[in-house]
């Protein structure tokens, strides 16, 4: 096994470890959206919004495209969708309920 697949792992998943770049990935997994939509949905500052999407888009989990004066934010590509559906559906798996 390659060496570096777990050091990549344990910083993809330290990533995932945020509650708020969770609850980014998964609105953006229903729609694209732009940051003040964003900010809206979960209920953080602009600022805190702008630095997780950041960080986000460094790890290739988030993209953007700009539309005139406004950027909207998408996943990168399904499989971040998928990671994500996955560890739901594993957390419900069992009485369907999410301790």
């Not at 953080?44 to 290739?60: D, E, G, K, M």
């Amino acid at each position: 096994m390659d060496e570096m697949i777990p050091i990549k792992l344990a910083e993809f998943f330290k990533i995932l470890s945020d509650q708020t770049r969770l609850k980014i990935l998964m609105l953006l997994s229903k729609k694209e959206c732009n940051v003040s939509e964003i900010q809206a949905s979960i209920g953080t500052s602009q600022s805190t919004v702008s630095h997780q999407l950041r960080i986000l888009r460094q790890a290739n989990l988030v993209k953007y495209s700009k539309v005139g004066k406004k950027v909207f934010y998408q996943l990168y590509d399904k499989h971040v969708s998928v990671i994500i559906n996955f560890a739901i559906e594993h957390l419900l798996e069992g009485d369907g309920k999410i301790a």
